[in-house]
T-cell receptor, first 114, second 114 residues
Framework: KAGVTQTPRYLIKTRGQQVTLSCSPI?????VSWYQQTPGQGLQFLFEYFSETQRNKGNFPGRFSGRQFSNSRSEMNVSTLELGDSALYLC?????????????FGSGTQLSVL | DQQVKQNSPSLSVQEGRISILNCDYTNSMFDYFLWYKKYPAEGPTFLIS?????DKNEDGRFTVFLNKSAKHLSLHIVPSQPGDSAVYFC?????????????FGKGTKLSVKP
């Protein structure tokens, strides 16, 4: 069974640009979560989608947005990039986000903002 | 405010000895705790979890202990192996409540020396 796939693996952008990251969950998984990992802050929750609906959102500005498609694939978008947005963005999937369900993470997209 | 804290950024242990990684939390609503392991250039992988109704869970060389009164959990690895060298993240959730997402600590980098 294929794991969680994130594309692209690496991205270099400049301040002010926007970026779209993609995540394909494990087949059969309907919940997709996004996390930002930085050396200083660890993993921070961005948002979670289930059946194309955002169910939870972390404490990030509105420049960070996402969506989920009917096939459970998800994208996240960051507009007006800032230097501080440089981070590893991780996508995780689970079957339904029921109680006590663990997440399966992709390898992440490393975003560098210059 | 950091709800899940891993106060030791790094830990070095000799092969064959015990590794003890610690995690403290502040939110008494957390009812499920997980440990994830992360190698460089890969996403975190689930290691072991514990429900708040238990105080210990064991899986092979890995044991997680939960002390609810102290709001403290620890991961014991016995015996430690060089392949265990990675960053370990503690995570917590209140799936029964309103959060519905994992809150991660900043991680502890474990180095197991041969």
């Amino acid at each position: 069974k294929a794991g969680v796939t994130q594309t692209p693996r690496y991205l270099i952008k400049t301040r002010g640009q926007q970026v779209t990251l993609s995540c394909s969950p494990i087949s059969g998984h309907r919940s997709v979560s996004w996390y930002q990992q930085t050396p200083g802050q660890g993993l921070q929750f961005l948002f979670e989608y289930f059946s194309e609906t955002q169910r939870n959102k972390g404490n990030f500005p509105g420049r960070f947005s996402g969506r989920q498609f009917s096939n459970s694939r998800s994208e996240m978008n960051v507009s007006t990039l800032e230097l501080g947005d440089s981070a590893l963005y991780l996508c995780a999937s689970s079957i339904s986000r029921a109680t006590n369900e663990k997440l399966f993470f992709g390898s992440g997209t490393q975003l560098s903002v210059l | 405010d950091q709800q899940v804290k891993q106060n030791s950024p790094s830990l070095s242990v000799q092969e064959g000895r015990i590794s003890i990684l610690n995690c403290d939390y502040t939110n008494s609503m957390f009812d499920y705790f997980l440990w994830y392991k992360k190698y460089p250039a890969e996403g975190p992988t689930f290691l072991i979890s514990i429900s708040s109704i238990k105080d210990k869970n064991e899986d092979g060389r890995f044991t997680v202990f939960l002390n609810k009164s102290a709001k403290h959990l620890s991961l014991h690895i016995v015996p430690s192996q060089p392949g265990d060298s990675a960053v370990y993240f503690c995570a917590a959730s209140d799936y029964g409540g309103s959060q519905g997402n994992l809150i991660f600590g900043k991680g502890t980098k474990l180095s197991v020396k041969p």
